[in-house]
């Protein structure tokens, strides 16, 4: 047998005993009775069976009791029950209510301010230092009016434009010294250097006198960077139109002290210019 049928069999025999010994008030009562079969194989003894359970009805108690003999001595307490499943959890309750906000706390009191700190002293005034001894007078500065020293180069420009109305009308331009040279220079010491400007530009020959060209060597510099030997003076052609036989003289002529001119003769009738970029250097 398996032990599910034995449990059943054990259940139905203390029913009958129960019956036979008159633990029911009436026949009635236990006929009214069920053996209940739970799903662990377990028979129960109740009015009416769970939904879960299995229903085994008893039967007439008399029939069963005309069928045994006398009662017998008590039989051993049957074995205890399986513990039931445990039921579902029941729905959680609904939340409280929020409780009131408490009241704010008091505001502290404010601190009191410290007093100002006092001023500090003001401290001595410290002495003043002597006067410092005046310095030696430095030299005089040139002007028009002071010789040229020795070794120094001045600077100048020159030039003039003209309306030539016949061909080999002649002009001329002069030019001042800007201080006063320490010696005289001579005519052939003031030159019109032969450059490009002058070179070639009167009808295929240069626009030079010849006594300009004999001396045109000695001026080395340019327009850019204008340059003399000691006691001569350069003069460096910028612009050339119209103008022929160049040649430069000193003022006075031959005892040049204070300036310069320089002449040409047109070659036709209309403008007629020349301008330069001139150096001298004192002895």
């Known amino acids: 047998m398996t032990s599910k049928t034995i449990r059943t069999m054990e259940a139905l025999a203390i029913t009958v005993g129960l019956v036979i010994s008159g633990a029911f008030a009436s026949e009635s009562q236990a006929a009214d009775m069920h053996a209940c079969l739970t799903s662990t194989g377990t028979v129960v003894i109740r ?3 769970k939904k879960t359970e299995k229903p085994l009805k008893l039967g007439n108690t008399t029939k069963i009791a005309a069928l045994t003999g006398p009662t017998g001595p008590q039989g051993l307490q049957g074995v205890k029950g399986d513990t039931g499943t445990t039921g579902p959890q029941g729905i959680q309750g609904q939340q409280g209510a929020k409780g009131d906000t408490g009241t704010a706390g008091l505001q ?3 601190g009191i301010k410290g ?3 006092a001023v500090g002293a003001q401290g001595p005034r410290g002495e003043i230092g002597p006067i410092g ?7 005089r500065g040139l002007s028009g009016f002071s010789e040229i020293p020795q070794g120094t180069t001045i600077f100048g420009v020159i030039g003039g434009d003209f309306y030539a109305p016949i061909m080999g009308a002649e002009w001329s331009i002069s030019e001042s010294m800007h201080a006063v040279p320490p010696t005289t220079y001579s005519n052939e010491m003031v030159v019109v250097q032969n450059n490009t400007i002058v070179d070639n530009n009167c009808d295929s020959a240069t ?11 000695h001026c080395t510099g340019n327009a850019s960077q204008p340059t003399a030997p000691g006691g001569w003076i350069c003069i460096y052609p910028t612009s050339d139109n119209n103008a022929d036989a160049m040649r430069a003289v000193a003022i006075p002529s031959d005892k040049g002290q204070y300036g310069f001119l320089v002449k040409w003769t047109a070659t036709h009738s209309g403008k007629s210019s020349f301008k330069a970029v001139w150096a001298y250097t004192a002895p």
């Open 108 to 110: 502290g009191s404010q």
């Open 115 to 117: 007093d100002t700190g």
């Open 47 to 49: 009015t009416s069976c």
């Open 207 to 217: 626009c030079l006198s010849n006594e300009e060209l004999t001396y045109s060597n």
């Open 133 to 139: 001894s005046t310095g030696a007078q430095g030299q």
